[in-house]
């Protein structure tokens, strides 16, 4: 199941998302973080009264208060990605989240000591050739990628140490976040006085677009190996590039071109290995004892 959410989580995150917020173009990017915060607390409280009569009472500990700073990273996450699409730089962020796997991987083996095989290393050693490649034909720091890639990783590593609930979790998150995004909507310019009911009707719709995605990724965080989810990663911004250059009109230059292919190469050189490791193992022929031989003791 840790596959199918994050399959589930990927994709909604490469196509559904930012569809979803190229929608709302006409409103500032800070409106469209507070109404997902709000819209969202909305629906992660009413989904928890729900389980709450099938799971019985839910209880947090000290180590929960890590949340508050999972909920801040992923504030500042959606913050630059929400500016990064409504401002045509939909390819930036897409490189951001190429980048990313290979920072959850390298956070995974210095913080969880997880070791990759042979063949998953030199699918990570190609994957980060090829960022390097695109980081030095560029000939500037490309910090929104950067920034997206790592926030990212930081929150992965952070629901991955905190063992939570997902919808929990992600609950905390968006209730410490709730206070500052009514502030935000109250006592700010918030530019939606010119709003219809279609804006307003996809902003009470980013509460769904916001939560269910990484509520499934939660949930195949508490399941699968960091690497391999960071890996698996590379999904979201395939769609998001390819949504960019087809859809929007974003120009797709040569040098981005081969990192997609090269990104796609290490991807199915890792998806293999993972394959050819969850195969069992053979089990050795049972050679029939002859007949009148005494059973050995």
């Not at 960091?226 to 250059?245: D, E, K, N, W």
Request: glycine share 8%; hydrophobic share 55%.
């Amino acid at each position: 199941m840790g596959v199918i959410y994050a399959l589930g989580a990927y994709l909604s995150w490469g196509l559904v998302v930012p569809v979803h917020f190229r929608l709302l173009d006409g409103l500032p990017p800070w409106t469209i973080l507070a109404h997902r915060i709000a819209w969202s607390s909305l629906f992660v409280v009413l989904l928890l009264a729900v389980l709450h009569r099938r799971r019985g009472p839910v209880r947090l500990s000290r180590r929960h208060g890590l949340l508050a700073l999972s909920a801040a990273i992923i504030a500042a996450n959606w913050s630059l990605y929400l500016w990064a699409v409504q401002n045509g730089r939909m390819l930036e962020a897409s490189l951001g989240y190429f980048i990313n796997p290979l920072v959850s991987v390298a956070l995974g083996a210095a913080f969880l000591g997880e070791r990759l095989r042979p063949r998953q290393a030199a699918a990570v050693a190609l994957a980060t050739a090829a960022v390097v490649g695109v980081v030095i034909a560029a000939g500037t720091l490309p910090w929104i990628a950067l920034t997206l890639a790592v926030t990212f990783a930081v929150y992965a590593l952070i629901r991955k140490l905190v063992p939570v609930d997902p919808i929990l979790g992600f609950g905390v998150e968006t209730i410490v976040l709730l206070p500052a995004a009514l502030a935000y909507l109250t006592l700010a310019d918030a530019g939606t006085g010119n709003a219809g009911p279609r804006d307003w009707g996809l902003l009470a719709l980013t509460g769904l677009s916001t939560s269910v995605p990484l509520i499934w990724f939660a949930s195949a965080a508490s399941r699968l190996k960091l690497s391999t989810l960071g890996l698996m990663q590379y999904l979201a911004p395939s769609c998001l590039l390819l949504l960019s250059v087809l859809v929007y009109g974003e120009t797709l230059t040569p040098v981005r071109l081969a990192l997609f292919g090269l990104i796609w190469i290490a991807l199915a050189l890792y998806a293999w290995d993972a394959l050819r490791a969850a195969r069992p193992a053979p089990q050795p022929a049972l050679v029939p004892r002859p007949e009148g031989c005494p059973e050995a003791r």
